[in-house]
């Protein structure tokens, strides 16, 4: 059974910084894309970012660019989500995603992660 479980959600003011990791167990995403979707209250979930299977290539929503940061760490399974200079509209249920192709792609997520909740306070 696949799990992807997320870590690092909390409380933290406007400005401030939070770093979510998430473990993949059951599967190996070695040679397969992740990333991090989000959804705020009464949204739409919304992709954040992805990388790679290599970590070769990045992509990033452009509300997060220049703030957030996506890594991985290919023998732990896991990937991160360094966010800094938080704003409230972050304030969302953070999921990560194990995608079935090597690249970021619109239909290529194929699990999810429970979510981990982020609030910016203002």
């Known amino acids: 059974q696949v799990q992807l479980v997320e870590s690092g959600g909390g409380l933290v003011q406007a400005g401030g910084s939070l770093r979510l990791s998430c473990a993949a167990s059951?599967?190996?995403?070695?040679?397969?894309?992740m990333g991090w979707f989000r959804q705020g209250p009464g949204k739409e979930r919304e992709f954040v970012a992805g990388?790679?299977?290599?970590?070769?290539?990045?992509y990033y929503a452009d509300s997060v660019k220049g703030r957030f940061t996506i890594s991985r760490d290919r023998a732990k399974n896991t990937v991160y989500l360094q966010m800094n200079s938080l704003k409230p509209e972050d304030t969302a249920v953070y999921y990560c995603?194990?995608?079935?192709?090597?690249?970021?792609?619109?239909?290529?997520?194929?699990?999810w992660g429970q979510g981990t909740q982020v609030t910016v306070s203002s």
């Open positions: 995603a194990g995608y079935r192709t090597r690249i970021i792609t619109i239909e290529g997520v194929a699990y």
């Open positions: 059951g599967r190996s995403f070695y040679s397969y894309a």
């Open positions: 990388i790679s299977w290599s970590g070769d290539s990045t």
